[in-house]
């Protein structure tokens, strides 16, 4: 295919700016690329003209025109319609027609058209140009009545219903009505000429009644309004959701295209349908899609019919199937990648409407990409830049558990439109559906079929569940682009919106809303009730590991993991991560037996401590305070022991990698009892008799530990400070345990990381405690030497600017950015998530909830950390364990920063692997630039 215009000088125009392009002025890609200013559609259309594959005559308004259209307050920019009626008379003459010729009318659509595919989100005006006069000029020169008077009655509805605002069941009612006396079963095709003649009688009378105006006679002022029209549906709500779900700017605008129409409603040597040029479910290389003979577009992305699938087209039309066959492949390898097509065929005749690049499931992206880096058709790079982060979020979603599925009573079973197990309550109503998740409700979103209208409940839905529609209609598509399970065409589905209920005419059974139901947008069946899931297996999914694989070249940064138990580490290694950024010791604390011993060992632990250090002074102990320091002993000697375990088996998981172990970070109260619920208990004790000394003391010991703000109280660094005892024990713990790991044949590698450190001195002091335990450790051990590090968690600000003066007691740096994120705010963390914020990021305050995207004043703070550390110590090794290490956004943040890895939980290290590739090749494009 051609990849450039053919050069020729540019058609005069009257506007202030060139807003239209007929086809073949601009191109997709290749040099001279002009999507962003003529759409996807428009663009597509114009290489495909370029090409020489037939499509109709027609014309592109710009991007800039619509955004120009609403700075003028939605008005037309001067000159635009001369501009339009210049190319109208082009278009004119090359299709040998006349725009409101009644002997030989030009028919046109009206189609939106942005730089990212927005699939049924914006309007589409087809037929447009007729009226009662080329109604008849188009009867006379086809031959066919029908054909004529069903193209009417369409036109009538859709922009009765998209320019007009009349509410589309208005439209629905008659033509129902109209079937149905046709019998049980009747489609529009059954219709005769005299009914449809009627449906456009009481169309036009529903417009007036419903407008208070008569529907618009004039080509020209039906062209204009369908214009506005579609540049107004930039800004409809669903197509600002859809771009707020997408992350796609609303500054791009749409394009408008004026297509000539082509019918494919004439009889049945005519059709329509929507292809891919491979399976955009599983990636399989075959052409996949649907088509429906003497019938228009809608006619299958409503699934108003059962469309067939689009090899029943070599039956029926075998010279049409094999060319578009061939423009199929042409295009995909054009464009290197999978197609989605839009045709129609006119009296044996095959016109090419739309190319652009597919909407998947995430395994057929990964599928697709693998197999077009071994056709040659894409580098690996290029195949790891295609794989959206979302997407491997997706394939490691959970399927429904095997043996829970077979004992399952099935509904029904329907199209397997877009994959993945969803559970949730049925809702008949998006509006619902979206009241309904923000109470806190998981909910299957069930319709007829969905429309545009719909997407916001689609959005929030687990799942989406359809009576009528096939693999390319509006539900399906839209799943598969979203993520979300999708069983559509389920026939036998009866729903019921006024009573908000569904029946299978099949099975016999019935659901309600409010019933929990299991959908299956893998095999298409739907169930009764709420059938448990199980993890996706990694292991089982050999193009993802591939993807992976590659990425990995790529990157820059590794991608590490926070576990704390030997089975997390594992199964953090197996997905890809080379090392743990972070081993919250304090988790261990919290587990079976060693709560109450770390329990036993807070409430003597201040006096043991201060006994202690009086004896270091030389003073003499009293005998309660022996008796607390030998309580404190055994408690701190029992959890060494029991840490010192932990250890050895993580070290064993993560063999030769780094593991990064915090040591003790949160305040101490966290292991007690609520303040309020022993003081409630100690109360009612006494008041029935007496509360026991252990109560008594537990609530003291409670209240003496009570902080306003323990947050930004006595914990981490501080408390190691304060009672040494809680870092040394665990210190111990981490060297024996690497001794232990290494005299039986492994290789551990441990650094110990020292958190909440704000000073320098701080760090210094706890350091120099620390390392005088390491060496007592390596003396009793023979001397035996262990890989072992001290470095600190940079999460607190002044911590960050004075990262020169840190650096030089600290072997690495690791950003906690919950903490950091908090203190820079001045936020309280599980106040504000639970309170303002949510309200914040709805109202625009913040752009984004900064616990979960990293800020750019944190990101700031953590560069000028990274820059001061590693002036005053070249190579300082920079990590993050906060949660946003695994928040694809948040990673690019890191790339530019430089830390060296990111650490997330497990379950996100592949994702983390993918957007750390991403992340480098962006700044190595960026670096070439």
């Known amino acids: 295919m051609a990849t450039t215009a053919p050069t020729s000088p540019d058609r005069p125009h009257r506007a202030a700016k060139r807003y239209i392009y007929a086809w073949g002025d601009g191109t997709a890609e290749g040099s001279g690329g002009m999507k962003d200013l003529l759409g996807g559609k428009g663009?597509?259309?114009?290489?495909?003209?370029?090409?020489?594959?037939?499509?109709?005559?027609?014309?592109?308004?710009?991007t800039e025109a619509c955004n120009d259209f609403f700075a003028a307050g939605e008005q037309l920019p001067a000159g635009l319609w001369d501009d339009t009626l210049e190319a109208m008379h082009e278009v004119e003459q090359r299709s040998g027609k006349g725009f409101g010729d009644a002997k030989n009318p030009l028919l046109v659509s009206v189609r939106s058209g942005a730089k990212f595919s927005m699939p049924g989100m914006m309007d589409t005006v087809l037929n447009l140009g007729l009226n009662e006069d080329t109604l008849q000029g188009l009867i006379a020169l086809t031959g066919n009545e029908r054909f004529g008077w069903d193209a009417y009655r369409r036109f009538i509805a859709m922009f009765g219903r998209i320019v007009m605002d009349v509410k589309a069941e208005r439209f629905d009612s008659p033509l129902e009505h109209r079937k149905e006396a046709h019998g049980a079963g009747a489609?529009?095709?059954?219709?005769?000429?005299?009914?449809?003649?009627?449906?456009?009688?009481?169309?036009?009378?529903?417009?007036?009644?419903?407008?208070?105006?008569?529907?618009?006679t004039d080509p020209g002022e039906q062209l204009d309004l369908a214009i506005k029209a579609v540049f107004a549906s930039w800004f409809g709500k669903r197509a600002k959701d859809y771009?707020?779900?997408?992350?796609?700017?609303?500054?791009?605008?749409?394009?408008?295209?004026?297509?000539?129409?082509?019918?494919?409603?004439?009889?049945?040597?005519?059709?329509?349908?929507?292809?891919?040029?491979?399976?955009?479910?599983?990636?399989?290389?075959v052409l996949y899609g649907e088509y429906l003979t003497n019938a228009q577009g809608e006619d299958v992305v409503a699934g108003v019919r059962t469309a067939p699938k689009i090899v029943q087209m070599a039956t029926d039309m075998p010279a049409v199937y094999d060319e578009f066959q061939?423009?199929?492949?042409?295009?995909?390898?054009?464009?290197?990648?999978?197609?989605?097509?839009?045709?129609?065929?006119?009296?044996?005749?095959?016109?090419?409407?739309?190319?652009?690049?597919?909407?998947?499931?995430?395994?057929?992206?990964?599928?697709?990409?693998?197999?077009?880096?071994?056709?040659?058709?894409?580098?690996k790079e290029e195949a790891v830049g295609r794989i959206e982060t979302g997407q491997v979020d997706q394939l490691l979603r959970a399927q429904f558990d095997p043996k829970a599925r077979q004992g399952a009573e099935r509904i029904a079973k329907g199209l397997n439109a877009s994959p993945g197990a969803a559970v949730g309550k049925a809702v008949f109503d998006a509006d619902v559906a979206v009241e309904w998740v923000g109470r806190g409700e998981k909910v299957v979103l069930v319709r007829v079929e969905t429309s545009p209208d719909d997407f916001h409940g689609m959005a929030v839905a687990q799942g989406i569940l359809t009576a009528r529609g096939g693999a390319t209609s509006h539900a399906a598509v839209v799943a598969r682009q979203i993520g979300k399970p999708c069983v559509?065409?389920?026939?036998?589905?009866?729903?019921?919106?006024?009573?908000?209920?569904?029946?299978?005419?099949?099975?016999?059974?019935?659901?309600?809303?409010?019933?929990?139901?299991?959908?299956?947008?893998?095999?298409?069946?739907?169930?009764?009730?709420?059938?448990?899931?199980?993890?996706?297996?990694?292991?089982?999914?050999?193009?993802?590991?591939?993807?992976?694989?590659?990425?990995?070249?790529?990157?820059?940064?590794?991608?590490w993991t926070n576990a704390d138990k030997p089975e997390e580490a594992e199964q953090a290694r197996s997905y890809g991560a080379r090392g743990i950024g972070l081993c919250r010791t304090e988790?261990?604390?919290?587990?079976g037996e060693r709560l109450d011993i770390v329990r036993g060992a807070i409430l003597v632990a201040a006096v043991a401590?201060?006994?202690?250090?009086?004896?270091?002074?030389?003073?003499?102990?009293?005998?309660?305070?022996?008796a607390a320091i030998a309580t404190f002993d055994r408690a701190m000697a029992k959890l060494e022991v029991l840490q010192q375990g932990d250890f050895e088996g993580i070290f064993k998981a993560m063999d030769g990698l780094p593991v990064v172990v915090r040591l003790i970070d949160p305040p101490l109260h966290e292991f007690l009892p609520n303040l309020e619920e022993q003081l409630v208990k100690v109360t009612q004790a006494e008041m029935k008799g007496g509360a026991s000394e252990e109560d008594r003391e537990l609530l003291a010991t409670i209240r003496s530990l009570h902080e306003q703000n323990p947050m930004l109280g006595l914990r981490g660094c501080r408390l190691g400070l304060m009672i040494p005892d809680f870092v040394k024990i665990q210190t111990r713990a981490i060297l024996n345990a690497q001794i232990a790991v290494k005299k039986a044949g492994g290789n551990p590698i441990a650094?110990?990381?020292?958190?909440?450190?704000?000073?320098?001195?701080?760090?210094?002091?706890?350091?120099?405690?620390?390392?005088?335990?390491?060496?007592?450790?390596?003396?009793?051990?023979?001397?035996?030497?262990?890989?072992?590090?001290?470095?600190?968690?940079i999460e607190v600000p002044r911590g960050a600017l004075t990262a020169d003066e840190i650096a030089t007691e600290a072997d690495f740096f690791s950003f906690g950015t919950n903490d950091l994120t908090q203190m820079t705010f001045g936020y309280s963390r599980d106040d504000a998530e639970g309170g303002f914020l949510l309200k914040y990021v709805e109202d625009g305050i913040l752009p984004v909830n900064p616990f979960q995207t990293l800020d750019d004043a944190v990101a700031g703070l953590m560069k000028t950390a990274a820059d001061k550390g590693r002036a005053t110590k070249p190579g300082l090794e920079l990590g993050i364990c906060g949660e946003h290490g695994g928040a694809p956004d948040s990673i690019w943040k890191c790339e530019k920063i430089g830390l060296d890895y990111v650490s997330c939980s497990p379950f996100r290290v592949p994702v983390a692997r993918l957007a750390a590739a991403q992340a480098a090749m962006a700044g190595a494009a960026e670096r070439d630039r």
Not at 45 to 58: D, F
Not at 244 to 271: E, P, R, Y
Not at 523 to 552: M, N, Y
Request: hydrophobic residues 40%.
């Open 43 to 62: 663009a597509g259309l114009a290489e495909m003209t370029i090409a020489g594959l037939p499509t109709p005559p027609g014309f592109t308004i710009t």
């Open 187 to 216: 489609k529009d095709t059954d219709l005769t000429v005299d009914d449809l003649r009627a449906l456009a009688e009481a169309y036009k009378t529903i417009v007036r009644e419903d407008t208070g105006r008569d529907f618009p």
């Open 243 to 285: 771009r707020d779900s997408q992350k796609i700017a609303h500054d791009l605008g749409t394009a408008v295209n004026v297509v000539t129409m082509v019918f494919g409603n004439m009889g049945d040597d005519s059709g329509t349908g929507v292809a891919f040029t491979r399976d955009p479910n599983t990636g399989e290389r």
């Open 326 to 379: 061939r423009i199929g492949q042409q295009l995909e390898t054009h464009y290197r990648d999978v197609q989605d097509l839009e045709f129609t065929i006119e009296r044996g005749k095959l016109y090419m409407l739309q190319t652009r690049s597919a909407k998947r499931t995430a395994a057929a992206a990964v599928k697709i990409a693998v197999d077009m880096v071994a056709d040659g058709m894409i580098s």
């Open 488 to 559: 559509a065409g389920c026939a036998e589905l009866l729903v019921d919106y006024a009573s908000r209920s569904a029946r299978s005419s099949d099975s016999g059974l019935n659901f309600k809303e409010g019933d929990w139901i299991s959908v299956d947008g893998s095999t298409g069946e739907v169930f009764v009730g709420s059938i448990p899931t199980v993890e996706a297996r990694f292991e089982d999914q050999p193009e993802l590991q591939t993807i992976l694989g590659w990425a990995d070249g790529f990157a820059r940064m590794a991608v």
């Open 587 to 591: 988790h261990m604390f919290r587990e």
């Open 609 to 626: 401590t201060r006994a202690k250090a009086k004896a270091e002074a030389g003073g003499q102990p009293t005998a309660d305070e022996h």
């Open 751 to 793: 650094k110990i990381m020292i958190p909440l450190v704000g000073h320098v001195n701080e760090l210094a002091f706890t350091r120099a405690l620390l390392e005088k335990e390491a060496s007592a450790v390596r003396e009793a051990n023979g001397g035996i030497e262990v890989d072992y590090k001290f470095g600190t968690m």
